[in-house]
């Protein structure tokens, strides 16, 4: 056990967060706590971490543990680079390193007791230099500021130019390079694009020490976790498995819990009837039993009614009228800033009844092909067409279309002048605001609070053909099903932007990935996605380094529903391409084997009297193993692009 969390109790102004709240989490285990919005998740984190006082109760680390908090949002105020921010948790490793330097540059000019004094401090700097993997601190930086979606241009831009996302991710790549004992990460995917996601799931998976997430991203909480704490009512219960099978659990649990309290509820009603009929007999071997059976029910252990769900928001999306067959038709579109181009020469189309899912790293311009969908910026070049009777119901991710000044009241009085004033508060109860909530400013709202109140416009809006920018951000678990649920019932035409992988696998029907500057179509959901995405990329690079010409007016390069393989010729030269790679890699891993071999051998020798009392062949050696190291390197990176 590394920590340990007892009877655990914290209130606000506005009430009880956290109730006797008690658990531990193992060495090496990895746990997410789970909750809708407001339940205590963050709280528990910071109380925990030390940022927050408990009311009541303590928390207890095993002895040594050291630990690394990552906050929702961060600050890094410095002036440095982002590679000399990541370089500072390397403190240590480059102390040992520049102690060695000097202890080479003593020992030229030692002999005697004194050098070896020297060979003795040298040794021990080298042991925990390699203790501390000091010869390849380089690549670790590199590995983890690339998996974290920064670009080598980028490695060495101020930190103060960042956004706070950006922040973020530079604060998360020095918690994992610091390699505490346990992780507490809070929201670790906001702000990651889908690569990067996948990145941080393999680091976390094979990370040696314990990971304790707050996370809404189901995917990611799939492939990582092996226990959920979930925070309900203010009290805390604990599941063994990841989230699916907590989710199956927790139902379970339910109905079981529903099952009894239903039946003690039939045997209390049952023995009330009883007394009564027995006093109704007016005699005193009657009423003695009554009193006999009273005395029984008052000492049994009355259940609590089960919690059947949290408050959740409720909601139908349905088209006002039917569109026709083709909703969107997109020819030659490109778009760049400046000298940035995102991306040129796009086609697709879009059918009527089609969910259509848009992914890609950050910055490839997918929010920016939804503005030019909405006419909120131009494009460079080309066309977009709207079919017949399409009617655009848009979700912005920023919430822009909300007015900053207006009440929630006004908000939807204002656009839709229609609507009395009880459908107007039905509305907003339906999205989780009552009473005087109605009258709060919408710049007074948390990021989740504005969702649900685009949700509700967006709801109302009867649209045909729903465009989405990341309308799962800032939702709790729950309010993401149930849009899943909506979404999926919903008759008209989705075209969306998102990074949860797991509300893509439930509602898409197809993939546009946006990658590069071109689109690739997937016939399937995310799953799907991931079985072609090798195939499809291929395809992709074959046509982009020899051809011009797209595949098909979809520039859905080698997979789509009408073209289902490549010709003969793109196979033959697409193996031989693949094989060569693999050849490439087979001799660098084989290179890589040669030259640690012989570092070994170099420590071994190093070991030996006769080598470190003879400081010419001493020097030597360490000059040979200096050189190996910086060729491992260089081989290292090689096999990490060629393995890419």
């Known amino acids: 056990m590394i920590v340990s969390c007892n009877h655990i109790t914290k209130s606000f102004v506005t009430g009880p967060v956290l109730t006797d709240v008690s658990f531990h989490i193992n060495e090496r285990e990895k746990t997410v706590i789970v909750g809708v919005n407001g339940a205590g998740k963050s709280t528990l984190l910071k109380i925990i971490t030390g940022e927050l006082y408990a009311d009541s109760g303590e928390v207890t680390f095993a002895k040594g ?234 000492k049994i252990e009355r259940l609590d009614k089960p919690v059947l769900s949290e408050a959740s928001m409720h909601f139908v999306l349905e088209p006002q009228h039917i569109s026709g067959n083709d909703v969107l038709s997109v020819s030659g579109l490109a778009k760049a800033f400046g000298s940035h181009k995102l991306f040129s020469d796009l086609h697709f189309e879009i059918k009527r009844g089609e969910r259509v899912a848009l992914i890609g790293n950050n910055g490839t311009g997918k929010t920016t092909l939804l503005k030019i969908l909405n006419q909120e910026l131009p494009p460079d070049a080309g066309e977009l067409r709207l079919g017949a009777r399409v009617t655009i119901g848009y979700y912005d991710q920023e919430h822009q279309v909300l007015h900053p000044e207006k009440t929630l009241f006004e908000e939807l009085q204002d656009a839709y002048p229609t609507l009395d004033n009880t459908s107007i508060r039905n509305i907003l109860a339906a999205f989780l605001f009552t009473n005087d909530d109605v009258y709060k400013q919408i710049k007074a709202l948390s990021g989740g609070e504005r969702g649900r109140v685009s949700l509700a416009k967006l709801m109302l809006s009867e649209a045909n053909f729903l465009v989405l920018d990341e309308p799962t951000n800032h939702l709790d678990i729950t309010s993401r099903e149930i849009l899943e649920d909506a979404l999926n019932r919903y008759t008209g035409t989705v075209f969306y932007v998102s990074h949860d992988r797991y509300f893509i696998n439930r509602t898409a029907t197809r993939i546009l990935d946006l990658t590069q500057g071109q689109l690739l179509s997937y016939i399937g959901n995310y799953d799907y996605y991931l079985e072609k995405k090798d195939t499809q990329e291929a395809a992709a690079g074959l046509l982009s380094s020899g051809k011009t010409e797209p595949l098909d007016k979809t520039n859905s390069f080698a997979y789509t529903a009408s073209s289902g393989k490549l010709d003969w010729q793109q196979q033959k030269e697409e193996q031989a391409r693949i094989r060569k790679q693999q050849n490439e890699l087979k001799r660098v891993e084989e290179e890589i084997t040669s030259l640690e071999t012989r570092s070994e051998e170099i420590n071994q020798l190093l070991t030996k009297e006769e080598i470190y009392t003879d400081v010419a062949r001493l020097m030597e050696l360490n000059q040979e193993k200096k050189e190996l190291d910086e060729q491992l390197e260089t081989l290292m990176e090689q096999w990490e692009e060629l393995s890419e």
């Open 65 to 298: 543990t050291t630990v690394g908090y990552l906050a929702q949002h961060q600050d890094l105020a410095t002036e440095h680079t982002i590679y000399e921010v990541m370089l500072e948790i390397k403190k240590e490793v480059l102390t040992l390193d520049a102690r060695m330097r000097d202890l080479e540059a003593a020992m030229k000019h030692s002999e005697g007791a004194e050098l070896e004094r020297l060979l003795a401090e040298y040794s021990r700097c080298n042991h925990e230099f390699e203790q501390q993997n000091g010869y390849a601190y380089k690549s670790e930086i590199t590995g983890v500021l690339k998996g974290l979606g920064f670009t080598e241009d980028e490695f060495y831009k101020p930190v103060r130019e960042l956004s706070g996302g950006q922040k973020t991710r530079v604060y998360l790549g020095r918690l994992l390079l610091s390699a505490p004992d346990i992780l507490f990460l809070d929201e670790p995917t906001n702000h990651l694009d889908m690569n990067s996601i996948a990145w941080l799931e393999t680091f976390l998976l094979g990370y040696k020490g314990t990971v304790v997430i707050v996370a809404h991203d189901r995917y990611f909480l799939d492939k990582i976790v092996s226990k959920v704490i979930e925070i309900e009512q203010t009290r805390a219960e604990v599941y063994e498995g990841n989230y699916t099978e907590y989710a199956a659990k927790k139902a379970a649990n339910r109905e079981i819990a529903l099952r009894h309290y239903l039946n003690q509820q039939q045997e209390i009603r049952h023995q009330e009837e009883v007394i009564a009929k027995l006093r109704s007999f007016n005699r005193e071997k009657s009423i003695k039993r009554a009193e006999s059976r009273e005395k029984m029910l008052a």
